[in-house]
């Protein structure tokens, strides 16, 4: 596509349940990266992929965080029972695996 | 470890001219990037310097001083659409084709 795709774009949840999150990079971007921000902090690094693999999974704040990319293309973040914590918008960003990053316009995250 | 420090925060006045420092602490980097992000908005690409010097792009220019491990965004002719957050980011060689990012600095622009 034109740009990064994420969605939803907001999305209320109550504690407990989970929720997916997609993002669609610019195709051809081999470079996939999850971030989370909450509201007036910086960018909070969780995942990166390069194709499907992912290299670093560092950022992953606990195991109740998940993410897969399938055919090099689309990923899904999955947190599992959710917690008001997690609360944050989720950005995800593709690159050609330089230096230029293209995100999307987030996943505003609210648990209730 | 690799890190970067901007200014929180930074006011200006319509009209005028403003920096925004970055410094940073990293064992060798590709080069020295700027984003913008408007409140409730998405990171957007500025600028990207990959040599020292002046990089130019309208009102818009970023330095970099490699030896000064030292660089800034300077905006000229401040609009009200200028206030955002503006964050600093380099590519380390040691740092698997991830950005790392500053905190980010607010400008805050008043009439």
């Known amino acids: 596509g034109a740009g990064v795709s994420q969605s939803p774009s907001n999305k209320v949840t109550e504690k407990g349940k989970d929720v997916e999150l997609r993002c669609d990079p610019i195709s051809g971007h081999t470079a996939l990266y999850w971030y989370r921000q909450s509201l007036g902090q910086g960018l909070e690094f969780l995942i990166y992929f390069q194709g499907n693999s992912a290299p670093d999974k560092s950022g992953l704040p606990s195991d109740r965080f998940s993410a897969e990319r399938t055919g090099g293309s689309v990923s899904t973040l999955t947190i599992q029972r959710t917690q008001q914590e997690d609360s944050a918008v989720y950005l995800c960003a593709s690159s050609l695996g330089g230096e230029g990053y293209t995100f999307g316009s987030g996943t505003r995250l609210t648990v209730v | 470890g690799q890190s970067l420090e901007q200014p929180s925060e930074v006011t200006a006045v319509e009209g005028a001219i403003v920096q925004i420092n970055c410094t940073y602490q990293?064992?060798?980097?590709?080069?020295l990037s700027w984003y913008q992000q408007h409140d409730g908005g998405a990171p957007t690409f500025l600028s990207y310097?990959?040599l020292d010097g002046l990089e130019e792009t309208g009102r818009f220019s970023s330095f970099l001083s490699r030896s000064d491990s030292y660089g800034y965004l300077l905006l000229q002719e401040l609009q009200m659409k200028d206030s955002a957050s503006y964050f600093c980011a380099v590519m380390g060689v040691d740092s698997n084709y991830q950005l790392i990012w500053g905190a980010g600095t607010k400008l805050i622009i008043k009439p």
């Open positions: 310097n990959a």
């Open positions: 990293t064992s060798g980097f590709y080069g």
